[in-house]
Nanobody, 124 residues
Framework: QVQLVESGGGLVQAGGSLRLSCAASGLTFSSSAMGWFRQAPGKEREFVAAVNWSGGSTYYQDSVKGRFTISRDNAKNMVYLQMNSLKPEDTAVYYC?????????????????WGQGTQVTVSS
């Protein structure tokens, strides 16, 4: 079955870094755009970053540009989110998602498979 499993979340101080990983199985990974979304308590799920099928194009929410980097390894069926200069407002559950298209998308409706999420907490 199709499965996405996130890892790498945790508690970090403001200004610190974390690297999230997402392991994909049961899908044609190299044909799927991949994305990261997040949801903070009491807020709607929001787009964070996306990467196209080849890794050649990336997309970011404005608030994370220059701090976060999305990447993928099609040989390992993995997608990553390197998060630097973390801020308390980055605190959320982070979700990995696989899109039903090859190009990256900011829209949750374009993603057909979701992971269970990993908690990221940034203390001030």
């Amino acid at each position: 079955q199709v499965q996405l499993v996130e890892s790498g979340g945790g508690l970090v101080q403001a200004g610190g870094s974390l690297r999230l990983s997402c392991a994909a199985s049961g899908l044609t990974f190299s044909s799927s755009a991949m994305g990261w979304f997040r949801q903070a308590p009491g807020k709607e799920r929001e787009f964070v970053a996306a990467v196209n099928w080849s890794g050649g194009s990336t997309y970011y929410q404005d608030s994370v540009k220059g701090r976060f980097t999305i990447s993928r390894d099609n040989a390992k069926n993995m997608v990553y989110l390197q998060m630097n200069s973390l801020k308390p407002e980055d605190t959320a559950v982070y979700y990995c998602a696989a899109a039903a298209l090859r190009q990256g998308s900011r829209w949750a409706r374009d993603y057909k498979t979701w992971g269970q999420g990993t908690q990221v907490t940034v203390s001030s």
